[in-house]
């Protein structure tokens, strides 16, 4: 695909849908659907390096890099889902449990791309994609983050959807906004952002999976007025 010209905005891809100013989703004739993003060359080409050296089922796969009016154009396969950023946030808050398996199979990404010596440095809630599997976008800008700098993103965006609060260094525990929690994630949080070393991030991933495990079970779903749950067989 390299060298190949673009028209306005992005040639013979089907545009199928805009994501962004510089950004759109695509039907590519050889792959399905994917992501075009138009930037700068140093930004294009980084973003290009960073995701041929993830092989991660929920991080995007780069295809290439197209001539553009506007500039380089980056293509990547496509992730099914939407933001986090565009989610329900009132999902979590009732069921805090599904945001801890969130949490739980984004340390799983960050494990593979920390294990190549690689740290997203800007994982915010529109970076994360909700789907039938989890992913995390965004990754080859800036440079030079730290994979603590990650791990406290998470963190971050677990306690703002489970309380529907910021976390910042002032924050209550998330149980003071939902006492049903208990403190197992506080101390998760504590855990995470320690001065000292934190632990390997499997085991972070462990004992936040021991967290979900500690929480309450999600309320059963509603029924409509007078209709009355169906009786348990014995």
């Known amino acids: 695909m390299s060298g190949e010209r673009l028209s306005a905005p992005i040639g013979n891809l089907a545009v199928l849908e805009t994501l962004g100013a510089t950004t759109w989703l695509a039907q590519h004739p050889g ?12 930004v294009i080409e980084a973003k290009r390096e960073t995701l041929a050296s993830l092989e991660h089922p929920g991080i995007r796969r780069s295809l290439g890099v197209l001539s553009a009016r506007q500039g380089l154009a980056h ?3 496509h992730l099914s889902g939407v933001p986090a950023s565009r989610c329900d946030r009132g999902h979590y808050h009732r069921r ?9 199979e984004l340390l799983g990404i960050l494990e593979h791309v920390h294990g190549r010596g690689i740290a997203h440095g800007r994982i915010a809630a ?27 993103a998470i963190g971050g965006l677990l306690f703002e959807l489970v ?3 910021p976390w910042t260094t002032w924050s209550p525990p998330a149980a003071y906004f939902v006492p049903d929690l208990g403190y197992a994630l506080d101390e998760w949080l504590e855990i995470l952002i320690a001065p000292e070393r934190p632990p390997p991030i499997d085991r972070l991933r462990a004992m936040l999976r021991a967290v979900g495990a500690s ?19 014995h």
């Open 31 to 42: 792959y399905g659907r994917c992501v075009i993003s138009i930037d700068e060359p140093d």
């Open 75 to 77: 293509v990547a396969t």
């Open 96 to 104: 805090p449990r599904a945001a801890i398996e969130l949490g739980v």
């Open 126 to 152: 529109r970076h994360v994609i909700v789907g039938e599997q989890v992913g995390l976008v965004g990754f080859g800008k800036p440079r030079g983050g730290r994979p603590q700098d990650d791990l406290d």
């Open 163 to 165: 309380t529907g609060e």
């Open 215 to 233: 929480m309450p079970p999600p309320p059963p779903p509603s029924l409509p007025d007078g209709v009355l749950p169906s009786p348990v067989a």
